[in-house]
């Protein structure tokens, strides 16, 4: 059987990763989100098990030191990391899994994983950027210039990553991403794997 493959979705915040991501897993049943850990409260509308595994920093820091993380990283005061047992089981069983991550995890993942496929979510302009936070209206002035400086930081590693998506208009951005998951099952490599017979028998005639 075929290995699944493992995508690496990161990007500043407010670039749209999490809409992004949504749209790719309403159209591609072969993927599944990874559910990270992670320290930080919910959000409204939120729950848990479904957009992220909640717990206490206490329970997060005694996994990390069990060593149950894939990758792990600290992102504006909160704690998340992505369970390894989890990722290995799917991947053996052929089901493509995308994990949306920061650079951080991003680059501990590769570490593990070096044929991971990584996608990095751009917005148009820095103007927009700060004009998506701003939008959200759930945080403090002190709050989106510190994910702004951040943003900076993030997008300096873009050269990290496989593929890259200007998130401008929503509708293209989401042919993008759904596109190039489809062309990586298409390399050689994998299609000579999953499908070992057919290629056999068509080259025999």
């Given amino acids: ?40 409260a919910p959000r409204e509308g939120e729950a848990d098990g479904r ?31 992505t369970s390894q047992t989890w990722i290995n089981e799917v991947i053996a069983k052929g089901q493509d899994i995308l994990l949306e991550i920061d650079v951080q995890g991003a680059q501990q993942v590769r570490r593990h994983f070096a044929e991971a496929v990584g996608i990095f979510i ?15 209206g759930t945080e403090s002035e002190e709050a989106i210039l510190r994910r702004l400086a951040n943003a900076r930081e993030e997008i300096s590693h873009v050269g990290e990553f496989n593929y890259v998506i200007i998130n401008e208009h929503i509708d293209q951005a989401v042919r993008d991403i759904i596109g190039i998951v489809r062309a990586e099952r298409c390399h050689f490599a994998s299609q000579a794997v999953r499908h070992n017979a057919l290629i056999n028998a068509l080259q025999k005639g």
């Fill in 1 to 40: 059987m075929s290995k699944g493959k493992l995508f690496i979705v990161a990007g500043p915040s407010g670039a749209g990763k999490a809409t992004l991501v949504r749209a790719l897993l309403a159209a591609d049943s072969n993927v599944q989100l990874s559910i990270s850990f992670t320290t930080r």
């Fill in 51 to 81: 957009d992220y595994h909640f717990v206490s920093r206490e329970t997060f820091l005694a996994m990390v030191d069990h060593g149950d993380f894939l990758e792990h990283a600290e992102v504006h005061g909160n704690l998340y990391g």
């Fill in 122 to 136: 751009l917005p148009p302009s820095a103007e927009v950027l700060e004009q998506r936070l701003r939008n959200r």
